[in-house]
Structures are given as C-alpha cells and as structure tokens.
C-alpha cells in the first residue's frame, strides 16, 4: 500500500499556543488528503478533507477557522491547530486516497496534549 | 445520518479459533465496505476491502458482505494473540473516498 507520513509524531504544548502537522505522501501524488481526530476509545471522525490548490472542506461541527488546513503541494498537507487548549488533546490521523475505490491509508498520527 | 454499528466487545477467542467480528450500516447507497486493524497507540491498517456480495478471502481473513441484510463481516481463521487489537468497519458510498468508521470492536485472542 501507499506510504503517508505524518510529523511530529507526538508534541505537548501549552494551552494558548499553535501547533502544526504535517502529512506527506512519499511515493505517490496526492490531490485530497483527509485529516481525522480520534479520542480515546472512540472511532475516527473526519474533520476535513484537504484538496491541494483549493480550500479545505470542513465537516459539520469542526472550526474551520481554529483547524487550518492547507494543501500547498501533491504530497503535503498540513493542519495547524490554533490556540490549542486542553479538549484539543486527541490523535489526529491523516490518510490519502488509494487506487482503488474509496481505499485509503493512514499516517502513523500525531499526538498531541495541551497542558 | 449515516451509521456503521459494531459491537464494541471486547471480543476474546482462544488461540486457533476463528474470530467473527460483525458490522452492520445504515446507508444502502454504501457501495464500499472495509476492514481496519488498530493496535492501541497506533494508526489503522487497512486489512481487506469488498465492493460486491459474497466472500472474498485473503490468507487468514475472509470479509462477507450481505448487501440486503446491511451487513459485513470479518472472520479471522487460526486467531494469533498478534491479532489483538481493535477492528474497524467502515463504509464508502463511492463518490469521492469519504469513508465512515464505527467505533470498533476489541479482539482479544488468548493463548
């Protein structure tokens, strides 16, 4: 399957503050990405997904303006949490679509705490 | 809304034994159903995708898929304690990759 990474793989910041993450596709273009968040014990949810050289589309409930999404490239998207605050603490996950119908694969997630 | 239900478990077989994990979905314009493996801490892998009624197998795992009924499975043959993990069931409609999750079912499969 395709390979997608993800960085940083974890981060702690403080409350107040900006974070970002990357997800790359390494061997393959990808034109949509898809940014998930998954809390402990709970399935993924999609937050957005991402279309390179076009603004992100946000699913119902998410914050488009606190969870800035931006696809500057056919193997880079990036999320960039602002001013986190502790309840953003969750696994976020990317994923890129595979050839086959609806397929996708995942980034290894990205961990993040909000002290 | 559209839903995928899974029984959260945990789910425990003994070694050796099939495991059967079960799926049902609320949307019957679902065209795409698939089978993610998560191990606690990490990201999910994908384990087997089907698009049509019936079985489709690939070495341990067979993925069933009842169209009518709503309804897609997973069995995995010879359960190995390297199984343990959360399994994901989730649907596409096939427009554009969109896919949704149900909260998984814990297998355990003990020695």
């Known amino acids: 399957g395709a390979v997608v990474s993800q960085h940083p793989s974890w981060v702690i910041c403080k409350s107040g503050t900006s974070v970002k993450i990357e997800c790359r596709s390494l061997?393959?273009?990808?034109?949509?990405m898809f940014w998930y968040r998954q809390f402990p014990k709970q399935s993924l949810m999609l937050m957005a997904t991402s279309n390179e050289g076009s603004k992100a589309t946000y699913e119902q409930g998410v914050e488009k303006d606190k969870f800035l999404i931006n696809h500057a490239s056919l193997t880079l998207s990036t999320l960039t949490v602002t001013s986190a605050h502790p309840e953003d603490s969750s696994f976020y996950i990317c994923?890129?679509?595979?050839?086959?119908?609806?397929?996708?694969?995942f980034g290894p997630g990205t961990r993040l705490t909000v002290l | 809304q559209k839903e995928v239900e899974q029984n959260s478990g945990p789910l425990s077989v003994p070694e050796g034994a099939i495991a059967s994990l079960n799926c049902t979905y609320s949307d019957r314009g679902s065209q795409s159903f698939f089978w993610y493996r998560q191990y606690s801490g990490k990201s999910p892998e994908l384990i087997m995708f089907i698009y049509s009624n019936g079985d489709k197998e690939d070495g341990r795992f067979t993925a069933q898929l009842n169209k009518a009924s709503q309804y897609v499975s997973l069995l995995i043959r010879d359960s190995q304690p390297s199984d343990s993990a959360t399994y994901l069931c989730a649907v596409g409609t096939g427009g554009g990759n969109k896919l949704t999750f149900g909260t998984g079912t814990q297998l355990k499969v003990e020695l």
């Open positions: 061997d393959f273009q990808a034109t949509t």
């Open positions: 994923s890129a679509p595979g050839t086959r119908q609806d397929t996708q694969y």
